[in-house]
Every structure is written in structure tokens, then in C-alpha cells.
């Protein structure tokens, strides 16, 4: 089984972990956007970046709160005329994984 590594992160720098995570709550928190936009642009700055693990982990949250895979599809694909064909080539097949392994477990 693959590791989290967020979970990793947590366990050995509990510290920094446990600030970072007061950061995303309160980002969370903010007004303006509904929870599946925030993860929607989530994979596609993650795209964008083309970190792929970050994408799958958002595309698996995103699917949790209810946005369909023709939502997280786009959200990766809109980087193609901003990040070029490779890291959507990246990407994709990891925010199909997240999503897809969420409707398996």
C-alpha cells in the first residue's frame, strides 16, 4: 500500500505539521468559495505545479465532497494552454486514480 505522504509529514515534524494544518483551516474557513470549488482549484494549481501525488490526494477530497470526475478532469486539463501538454499528461492519470479509488473503497 502506498504511504500518505502528508501522514508522514505529520508523524516525523509534528511541530510544523500541526501550524501548517492551522493555515489550511483557516483557508478552509474563508468565505467565498463552496468546498468543491476551493478542491477543484486545488488540483488545478497542483497541475499546474505538475505534482501529481498532489493532485490524486486533492482529486481524492474533491470526490468526497461531491464534485464528478468531469469537474476533476477539467480542473487538470484547463492547464493545457497554461502548463503544456506534458504536465497534463502528468497529472491526469493521477486525478483519475484519486478519484476513482475513492468510488472503489
Request: charged share 25%.
Amino acid at each position: 500500500m502506498e504511504k500518505n505522504p502528508y501522514k508522514i509529514f505529520q508523524k516525523e515534524c509534528p511541530d510544523l505539521a500541526e501550524i501548517f494544518q492551522g493555515l489550511v483551516d483557516v483557508q478552509r474557513s474563508r468565505k467565498g468559495l463552496d468546498p468543491k470549488t476551493k478542491q477543484l482549484i486545488n488540483i488545478a494549481i497542483q497541475t499546474a505545479h505538475s505534482n501529481a501525488q498532489g493532485v490524486k490526494l486533492h482529486a481524492q477530497m474533491a470526490q468526497k465532497i461531491g464534485a464528478n470526475r468531469e469537474e476533476v478532469k477539467g480542473a487538470v486539463v484547463m492547464n493545457l494552454h497554461l502548463s503544456g501538454l506534458s504536465t497534463v499528461l502528468n497529472c491526469l492519470p493521477a486525478a483519475l486514480d484519486g478519484y476513482d479509488r475513492v468510488s472503489t473503497d
